[in-house]
T-cell receptor, first 117, second 114 residues
Framework: GENVEQHPSTLSVQEGDSAVIKCTYS??????FPWYKQELGKRPQLIIDIRSNVGEKKDQRIAVTLNKTAKHFSLHITETQPEDSAVYFC????????????????FGQGTILTVHP | EAEVAQSPRYKITEKSQAVAFWCDPI?????LYWYRQILGQGPELLVQ????????DSQLPKDRFSAERLKGVDSTLKIQPAELGDSAMYLC????????????FGEGSRLTVL
């Protein structure tokens, strides 16, 4: 099955700095890579995702890059703010055999991001 | 905005007791998932339903865990008997059968086994 490794486990930055979280995956069949943010005591929420047909996707201060050859993808947060402090999870899943929906989502171990004012 | 509902939010039980968690997905979401999240780790899939059918329960410890979604809407996850190692957050999520892939999570049920 799929195995997703996430690094670093903790990341501390100053407000305004950039933060980068990296993930590697093992299953070459995976073609969907979402990132979820989980604030303390709250539910995980999708913040951005990327599919294997693109190498980069950006949404305001957040961007995700994908290197399918190397089987790794990264989350980039620019101009960090204290409200970015949370646990971030990467994940990977394959498209199901029918090609209509995504299959089992495997999560990384999470990165605790702390943004200091 | 529609949300996934879970109950109870917190459950403290002694080992060997039975516990049950309930989940009501977003209306119209055919796919329902139960994840277990141990403190400091990412969510791990326990069971996935498509309507009332189990699609994947390969990681469900079937000797003590059971899950059902009888009418293809709400779902119950049961543990009997509970063990100390079952202490975790149990997250329910739902999604549409489509290419978006997004999972909508509930707030979770935190289980503590003493």
């Amino acid at each position: 099955g799929e195995n997703v490794e996430q690094h670093p486990s903790t990341l501390s930055v100053q407000e305004g700095d950039s933060a980068v979280i990296k993930c590697t995956y093992s299953d070459s069949a995976s073609n969907y890579f979402p990132w979820y943010k989980q604030e303390l005591g709250k539910r995980p929420q999708l913040i951005i995702d990327i599919r294997s047909n693109v190498g980069e996707k950006k949404d305001q201060r957040i961007a995700v890059t994908l290197n399918k050859t190397a089987k790794h993808f990264s989350l980039h947060i620019t101009e960090t703010q204290p409200e970015d402090s949370a646990v971030y999870f990467c994940a990977a899943s394959p498209m199901d055999a029918g090609g209509t929906s995504y299959g089992k989502l495997t999560f990384g171990q999470g990165t605790i991001l702390t943004v200091h004012p | 905005e529609a949300e996934v509902a879970q109950s109870p939010r917190y459950k403290i039980t002694e080992k060997s007791q039975a516990v049950a968690f309930w989940c009501d997905p977003i209306s119209g979401h055919a796919t329902l998932y139960w994840y277990r999240q141990i403190l400091g780790q990412g969510p791990e899939l326990l069971v996935q339903f498509q309507d009332e059918s189990v699609v994947d329960d390969s990681q469900l410890p079937k000797d003590r865990f059971s899950a059902e979604r009888l009418k293809g809407v709400d779902s119950t996850l049961k543990i009997q008997p509970a063990e100390l190692g079952d202490s975790a957050m149990y997250l329910c999520a739902s999604s549409l059968i489509d290419r978006t892939g997004e999972l909508f999570f509930g707030e979770g049920s935190r289980l503590t086994v003493l």
